[in-house]
Structures are given as C-alpha cells and as structure tokens.
C-alpha cells in the first residue's frame, strides 16, 4: 500500500433530496459538506457531472446527484474529463461493518454489498480508490436486528449514534491536513489509533 497519495476528487456518498438528508446512507455527504465548510468553498450544481462540486485548490469534493446505487456516473464523469487516476480518488461512504464512532482509511478493497462503491469500481474499471468509511452499524447490533439493511441504511440514526458518528466525522476532518498531503500512512494512524470506545455505557 502506498504512504502517499494526491488526491484531486473527495467524492460524499449519499442521496439528493430532503427526505434522505438525515438518514445514515448520507454519512458521506455529511462529511462533503463539513470539509467544504472547513476549507472555505461553496457547492454549485454542475449538471455536466450530475454533481455538486465545490473547488479548492486543486481539490474538488463532489456530491453526486445521481442517487446511490448511480454513483459511479458521476465519478467517471469527473475522472474521464480531469484525468484523474482511482488512486487521485478518495470516496467517503457510510459502513455498516464499522460501529458508529469508528472511521477508517483504505485502499482497494471490495465493496462489502455497497451499491455506491459498486457502481463506482464498474465505472473507474478498477477498485484501487481510496475510501474514508464512516461506520453506522449494523441493524443486527441495534435494538431491531430484524430490520432488513435498505430500511436500516435509510432511516435516521438514534441520537446516541448520531453523536458517535459526529464525533468520527471530526476526527476524519482533523485528519484532512494529511490527506491534503497525501500522507496516508500518518491519516490512518490518527484516525484507527484514536478511535474512542464505542461500547455502550452501563450508566
């Protein structure tokens, strides 16, 4: 694996429209917006890449319009015109494997049953992205674990979760400085070492 990286395309994973906005399927698009926000840079449509697209520096963080499942669209979109390479590419996406509270770096990999990451490795012609996974949980850990993945993924989180994921998303920010760097290696120690314990309280 690579130490360094350069990346050019943040790519948020989520659905457009307000019924989505606060559901954990949109984990990626919460992330787009804050590090916007960090950096200074403002979303504008950009229908040529069914996309929101806001620049800074010589990073765009994206956030296809095309729903989930289309995702790639989007991403091949911007990789053909720009140039980019999948390693250039950092997709940051919601992760059922993962407790919320925990986020992770990687590259390569599967795609865990992720339609989003799917659609993206068919439409790049390869799986060597990186990806920022913002753990949800899984629906046989919450207190439904009858609940079937796709209502699980769309539904909001409970407060409890949602102040868990919070608490991951500042820590993937915080560690934006060396993504920016291409500093892989440093970002993945910061955010797999300092993960918080994410057992439940017994008070």
């Known amino acids: 694996m690579p130490a360094e990286a350069h990346l050019r395309l943040v790519v948020g994973l989520g659905n457009p429209g307000r019924e989505h906005l606060a559901t954990r399927h949109n984990a990626g698009f919460w992330f787009a917006d804050r590090l916007a926000s960090r950096l200074g840079a403002s979303f504008t449509h950009e229908s040529r890449f069914q996309s929101d ?72 012609g390869s799986p060597d992205f990186w990806r920022l996974r913002i753990g949800i949980g899984h629906p046989r850990d919450s207190a439904l674990p009858q609940q079937a993945v796709v209502d699980y993924v769309l539904k909001p989180p409970r407060p409890e979760e949602l102040s868990a994921i919070d608490a991951a998303l500042d820590r993937a920010l915080d560690a934006w400085p060396d993504l920016a760097r291409g500093d892989m290696e440093r970002a993945m120690q910061d955010l797999h070492t300092r993960a918080p314990d994410t057992r439940e309280s017994k008070t």
Do not use: C, W
């Open 53 to 124: 697209v806001a620049k800074t520096g010589d990073v765009r963080i994206v956030k296809p319009l095309t729903y989930m499942n289309l995702s790639g669209r989007a991403v091949g979109a911007l990789a053909r015109f720009f140039g980019h390479l999948p390693g250039d590419i950092l997709v940051v996406h919601d992760e059922l494997d993962l407790k919320p509270g925990e986020a992770k770096l990687k590259l390569g990999g599967g795609v865990a049953g992720h339609n989003g990451l799917r659609d993206i490795q068919a439409q790049l």
